[in-house]
Each structure stands twice: as structure tokens, then as C-alpha cells.
């Protein structure tokens, strides 16, 4: 059973558009939502995370919004440049102070940014 | 500090051959995991260990073994290769102080 599941596959979006990709879950104990980027060849970085008791957090151009009732979060990315097309996971973790802090990935959204 | 170091960076192996995956991270931290990753399926966690000694199954450990040599190295095995585990293989390590997962670059594995 998917534990996240994200959506769209892939997106394609023009110079300075904004980019929205969209994750839902299910386990209520989830209490950690990390966003990846992931450039062809590479491995994943973080991009920005988010914990339940904030509704939104940005940084730069990148903002996630948690809706915590209905179960989604989401990454939108503002302004958008090519430099940006890159594969986006989102994931969700339930181990607050844990050291095992596993994550649960979507399945990825491949963002292409055309001039 | 090099972060998460992993080798060899491809692999095409032949049906029932056998291989190990080399992960070393030194950021000193206690957790590290083994991922595989495939075509729209994400990242699937294979093995983990939350600390020298000690090591779990994820969701996919079948084909698999690992070994918690000390604190900075984790190794995947494959015993008996087989085409369905084709795939780009990643590890990660995480500190104790948040959740953060940092991934090394990769190994290609090809299984023919």
C-alpha cells in the first residue's frame, strides 16, 4: 500500500510560470514532510521540509502548503526557471525523535521548465 | 567532508552473480539506509539501520543483504543476481538531531 501518493507525474511548465506538484497521505502519525530534488545522474537533496503545526512555509521560491485535515501537502515553485526541471519527490516520516526518521517517497514528478 | 561516498558508481552483473554495494558516509551519523530506485515507482526502501549492529528489512528486502560494518560503512549484497533487480541503487545516512536524509550519488546496476 502506497503510504504517499503524489501527483502529477509529470509537469511541464513555462519560464516564470509556477509549478504546483501535490501529495496526499494517509497515516496520521506522519509528523515530518521533506520535499527532494533530484538532477539526472545525481542523487536526492533536500529541498524543503515542513512539519503539521505551520499550514505554509517558504523559502526562496519554493513554498509548502499542509492542509492538515485533508491530508495534503503541496510544493509550489514560483517563478519558475529552467534551472528547476529536475525530478520532485515528496515524502512523510513518523519518527519524531526516532533514529530511524524513515521516510515514505512518493513516486516522483518530473518537472520540465521551458525557456 | 565528502558526505555519502557509495562505489562503484555502474555495475552490469550476469544472472545469478553476486556483488556488494559499498555506502561509507562521515558526517558521524547513526542512521543509514539502502534504497532502490526505478522508473515511477519513487524510492523504495530496501534495509536499514538506526545504528552499528543493528539492521532492519523495508519494503523491499528480497535478494538482499546488508551488513552494519561500523558506524561509517553499510554494505547491500547481492547473492544471486537477477534481472528485476536492475535499478539505480542509493544510500543515505540521517543525523540523530533532525530528519534529514543525506544521499550519495548512486550505483547503476544492470542485471542481464
Known amino acids: 500500500q502506497q503510504q504517499v501518493k503524489q501527483s502529477p507525474q509529470s509537469l511541464i511548465v513555462q519560464k516564470g510560470g509556477i509549478s504546483i506538484i501535490n501529495c496526499a497521505y494517509e497515516?496520521?502519525?506522519?509528523?515530518?514532510f521533506p520535499w527532494y530534488q533530484q538532477f539526472p545522474g545525481k542523487g536526492p537533496a533536500l529541498l524543503i521540509a515542513?512539519?503539521?503545526?505551520?499550514s505554509e512555509k517558504k523559502e526562496g521560491r519554493f513554498t509548502i502548503s499542509f492542509n492538515k485535515s485533508a491530508k495534503q501537502f503541496s510544493l509550489h515553485i514560483m517563478d519558475s526557471q529552467p534551472g528547476d526541471s529536475a525530478t520532485y519527490f515528496c515524502?512523510?516520516?513518523?519518527?519524531?525523535?526516532?533514529?530511524?526518521?524513515?521516510?515514505?517517497f512518493g513516486r516522483g514528478t518530473q518537472l520540465t521548465v521551458w525557456p | 567532508n565528502a558526505g555519502v561516498t557509495q562505489t562503484p558508481k555502474f555495475q552490469v552483473l550476469k544472472t545469478g552473480q553476486s556483488m556488494t554495494l559499498q555506502c561509507a558516509q562521515d558526517?558521524?551519523?547513526?542512521?543509514m539506509y539502502w534504497y532502490r530506485q526505478d522508473p515511477g515507482m519513487g524510492l523504495r526502501l530496501i534495509y536499514y539501520?538506526?545504528?552499528?549492529?543493528?539492521?532492519d528489512k523495508g519494503e523491499v528486502p528480497n535478494g538482499y543483504n546488508v551488513s552494519r560494518l561500523n558506524k561509517r560503512e553499510f554494505s547491500l549484497r547481492l547473492e544471486s543476481a537477477a534481472p528485476s533487480q536492475t535499478s539505480v541503487y542509493f544510500c543515505?545516512?540521517?543525523?540523530?538531531?533532525?530528519?534529514?536524509?543525506?544521499f550519495g550519488p548512486g550505483t547503476r546496476l544492470t542485471v542481464l
Open positions: 543515505a545516512s540521517k543525523t540523530m538531531i533532525n530528519n534529514e536524509q543525506f
Open positions: 497515516n496520521t502519525a506522519f509528523d515530518y
Open positions: 515542513i512539519r503539521p503545526d505551520v
Open positions: 515524502a512523510a516520516s513518523g519518527d519524531r525523535g526516532s533514529t530511524l526518521g524513515r521516510l515514505y
Open positions: 558526517m558521524n551519523h547513526n542512521s
Open positions: 539501520s538506526a545504528s552499528e549492529g543493528t539492521t
